[in-house]
């Protein structure tokens, strides 16, 4: 209906796989838009979404992604602080993504501004790093990012020098945005998480442990029927 209003439709699903919609504001070129392009498949090459670290396959109708962890590169919030930025703050991206570019360098570059407070070596860093947000360079892939920072004489940020702040400030509203890093993504494990298994019962039998320096020569037991899995517990 409001594509109806504005006097146009739904685009289809290969008219948004060509970019006809690339630029057209609202943030979008980062979201799933809808499409006119109903479900299912019938070769692979329907469900190729374009992607690098992704595997697309057709079967029995129905698109299959399976994704490569491995692949991803780390992207996070141009300034650690700021809470305008779109959550999760760090993630994984794809290389074929786009996002905004903000570079680092070692040395000064020329590029008129001094390192942040915690990105010196008398900071939280412990090292010099100079940034900058270039002309505002903003939804390039992992390899134009790059490329954008090298050009400049600089590198893209690690995931460390972009936590630490030292972009912060660089211009172009970026603080914001999501900036492509030079690290690779680890996704975040759950603190404190274990697993336990319960050993399986023992069968009636014998059970020989192995030798210990208490015990050379191990010893062997007879296991009574229900294995000794005594639930009412005992001394100890």
């Not at 479900?39 to 979404?49: L, P, W």
């Not at 570019?101 to 010099?128: F, H, I, K, M, Y």
Request: aromatic share 4%; hydrophobic share 25%; net charge negative.
């Amino acid at each position: 209906d409001i594509c109806l209003g504005s006097g146009g439709r739904l685009c289809t699903s290969e008219e948004l796989k060509k970019d006809c919609t690339a630029g057209t504001g609202c943030g979008f070129d980062h979201e799933h838009v809808w499409s006119t392009t109903k479900g299912g498949c019938d070769v692979h090459a329907d469900c190729d979404d374009g992607l690098t670290c992704t595997t697309n396959t057709c079967n029995d109708g129905t698109c299959e992604t399976t994704s490569d962890a491995n692949c991803l590169t780390a992207i996070t919030c141009g300034s650690f602080f700021n809470n305008q930025c779109v959550l999760p703050r760090l993630r994984g991206a794809d290389p074929s993504e786009l996002h905004e570019v903000r570079c680092c360098a070692d040395e000064d570059q020329g590029w008129g501004r001094s390192p942040n407070a915690a990105c010196t070596t008398t900071g939280s860093l412990g090292r010099d790093v100079w940034a900058t947000s270039g002309s505002c360079q903003a939804d390039k892939n992992l390899a134009e990012a790059a490329g954008i920072c090298t050009e400049l004489g600089g590198r893209l940020c690690t995931l460390e020098e972009l936590e630490a702040d030292c972009t912060k400030g660089t211009g172009c509203s970026f603080d914001k945005h999501h900036l492509w890093t030079s690290s690779p993504y680890v996704a975040p494990t759950s603190a404190g998480a274990v697993t336990t298994t319960e050993a399986p019962p023992q069968e009636a039998g014998f059970v020989t442990t192995e030798a210990t320096e208490e015990n050379l020569f191990g010893t062997t037991t007879e296991v009574p029927d229900g294995g000794g899995n005594d639930k009412g517990g005992g001394k100890g």
